[in-house]
C-alpha cells in the first residue's frame, strides 16, 4: 500500500512540474541569463532586476528569481532608493523571500550605504568650482560622449549625492530641468551644481549650455532652490559659469 501512495506521490509532483506556468531561467537564452549575461558583457548591461535576481538566488514554486524580483521592485515603484530603506520584515512579506534571502538584500543595501558614505564623505564642503571639479574629474575624463551630472548640496554646502542626470551623443546630451530639479527635491538639496563634459576638448560654453543654465537657474528659484554654478569639464581643465560672471546669482 505504501508504494502505491509513494509512486501516485511522485507522479503528482510530476504533473506538477509540467504544470509549471513560468519559464525557469535555466529554461533561457544564454543571453537572456543575468549570471551568463554579466559575465559575458559585465555587470553594467543589466537591469535592477536582473541584478536584485542574482542576489536573491532562487526562486519559488510559481516564479523565477527573475520574476520575484520583478516583483520586489515593482511595490517600490522600481524605486532604489525606495528600495534602499526597507526594513527585514518588509523583504519578509514578499512570497519567496525568507529569512536567508533578506539578510542577504539587507546586508547588499547596507554595503552600498557604507560605500556612498566612504566615497563622498571625504569631500566635505563645495566652497568653490575648482572643489566640484576635482569631485567630478574621474566621471567626466576620458569620456567619448556628452553626460551631464548634479551635485546635490546640503544647507552647508557638503555633499549629498552626486547623479548623472543625462547621456548624450559626441557633441550634446540633452538636459530636461524637471529631471535635474525632481531629484533635488527627492534628496532635500537646498543647491545644486550642474556639471557636464566636452568631449571635445573645448570647454567654452555653447549657446545651447548658455541657455539652460539660464532656464535651470531660473526654474531653481520658483521651488526655494539654488542653482551654484555650471561647470564644464574637459580632460585638461574646466569652465565655470561662477568663475566668469555667468550666474545671475
Same mark, same amino acid.
Given at each position: 500500500?505504501?508504494?502505491?501512495y509513494?509512486i501516485i506521490y511522485?507522479d503528482?509532483?510530476?504533473n506538477?512540474?509540467?504544470?509549471t506556468?513560468? #519559464?525557469?531561467?535555466?529554461?533561457y537564452a %544564454?543571453d %537572456?541569463?543575468?549570471?551568463?549575461?554579466?559575465?559575458?558583457?559585465? &555587470?553594467h548591461?543589466l537591469?535592477?532586476?536582473e +541584478?536584485l535576481?542574482?542576489?536573491?538566488? &532562487?526562486g519559488t =514554486?510559481?516564479?523565477?528569481?527573475l @520574476?520575484?524580483?520583478?516583483? !520586489? #521592485?515593482?511595490?517600490?515603484?522600481?524605486? #532604489?532608493?525606495?528600495?534602499k530603506?526597507?526594513? #527585514?520584515?518588509?523583504?519578509?512579506?514578499?512570497?519567496?523571500?525568507?529569512p536567508?534571502?533578506?539578510a !542577504?538584500?539587507a546586508s547588499v +543595501?547596507? +554595503?552600498?550605504?557604507?560605500?556612498?558614505?566612504a566615497?563622498?564623505?571625504? +569631500?566635505?564642503? !563645495?566652497?568653490k568650482?575648482h572643489d566640484?571639479y576635482?569631485?567630478?574629474k574621474?566621471h567626466?575624463?576620458?569620456?567619448?560622449?556628452e553626460e551631464?551630472?548634479v551635485i546635490l548640496l546640503?544647507?552647508?554646502?557638503?555633499?549629498l549625492? =552626486?547623479?548623472?542626470?543625462s547621456?548624450?551623443?559626441?557633441s550634446k546630451?540633452?538636459? @530636461?530641468p524637471?529631471?535635474?530639479?525632481?531629484k533635488?527635491?527627492v534628496y532635500?538639496?537646498? &543647491?545644486?551644481?550642474?556639471v557636464?563634459?566636452h568631449?571635445s576638448?573645448?570647454?567654452?560654453p555653447?549657446k $545651447? %549650455? =548658455?541657455q539652460?543654465? &539660464?532656464?535651470?537657474?531660473? $526654474?531653481?528659484?520658483h =521651488?526655494?532652490?539654488?542653482?551654484l554654478?555650471?561647470?564644464?569639464i574637459? @580632460? %585638461?581643465?574646466y569652465f565655470s559659469?561662477?568663475?566668469e560672471?555667468?550666474?545671475?546669482?
Amino acid at each position: 500500500m505504501f508504494r502505491i501512495y509513494f509512486i501516485i506521490y511522485i507522479d503528482m509532483l510530476r504533473n506538477c512540474n509540467k504544470n509549471t506556468n513560468y #519559464l525557469r531561467l535555466k529554461d533561457y537564452a %544564454d543571453d %537572456d541569463r543575468p549570471r551568463e549575461k554579466l559575465l559575458k558583457h559585465g &555587470s553594467h548591461v543589466l537591469s535592477n532586476a536582473e +541584478l536584485l535576481a542574482l542576489i536573491v538566488g &532562487s526562486g519559488t =514554486i510559481h516564479m523565477n528569481a527573475l @520574476d520575484l524580483a520583478k516583483n !520586489v #521592485l515593482k511595490e517600490y515603484n522600481n524605486s #532604489l532608493s525606495k528600495l534602499k530603506s526597507c526594513s #527585514l520584515e518588509d523583504l519578509q512579506n514578499f512570497k519567496g523571500i525568507g529569512p536567508a534571502k533578506a539578510a !542577504v538584500i539587507a546586508s547588499v +543595501l547596507e +554595503l552600498n550605504r557604507r560605500f556612498e558614505k566612504a566615497t563622498t564623505g571625504h +569631500l566635505e564642503q !563645495v566652497k568653490k568650482a575648482h572643489d566640484a571639479y576635482l569631485i567630478m574629474k574621474s566621471h567626466l575624463t576620458n569620456k567619448v560622449i556628452e553626460e551631464s551630472w548634479v551635485i546635490l548640496l546640503n544647507r552647508n554646502s557638503r555633499v549629498l549625492k =552626486i547623479i548623472q542626470t543625462s547621456k548624450g551623443g559626441l557633441s550634446k546630451t540633452i538636459v @530636461d530641468p524637471a529631471v535635474v530639479l525632481k531629484k533635488v527635491l527627492v534628496y532635500n538639496a537646498t &543647491s545644486f551644481i550642474l556639471v557636464h563634459n566636452h568631449p571635445s576638448g573645448n570647454c567654452a560654453p555653447s549657446k $545651447a %549650455d =548658455i541657455q539652460l543654465t &539660464s532656464r535651470l537657474e531660473e $526654474a531653481a528659484k520658483h =521651488i526655494g532652490v539654488r542653482l551654484l554654478d555650471h561647470i564644464i569639464i574637459t @580632460d %585638461d581643465y574646466y569652465f565655470s559659469f561662477g568663475n566668469e560672471g555667468l550666474m545671475a546669482c
